[in-house]
């Protein structure tokens, strides 16, 4: 699975990175994305955290 944050969309909010440490961290400006694939341990909380994001700026792949 991989998951990306869309920078256009992102607002900063730092939701995904409480609710999925694992994979989404702060960057500079937007969270990022700081491991390609997901870990299969973390790939519940990368999809719960892509439902919560309040921009809808996170894209699940599998
Ligand atoms: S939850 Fe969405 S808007 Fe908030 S920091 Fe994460 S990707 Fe950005």
Known sequence: MK???DP???T???L?????PEVFE???DIAIVKVD???PE???????????CPAEAIIIET
Request: glycine share 4%; net charge negative; proline share 6%.
């Open 42 to 52: 973390a790939e519940e909380a990368a999809r719960q955290a892509a439902e919560d």
């Open 16 to 20: 995904c990175t409480e609710t999925c």
């Open 3 to 5: 998951a990306t944050v």
């Open 8 to 10: 256009d969309l992102c």
């Open 37 to 39: 694939p997901v870990p």
């Open 12 to 14: 900063a909010c730092e």
């Open 26 to 28: 702060m960057g500079e």
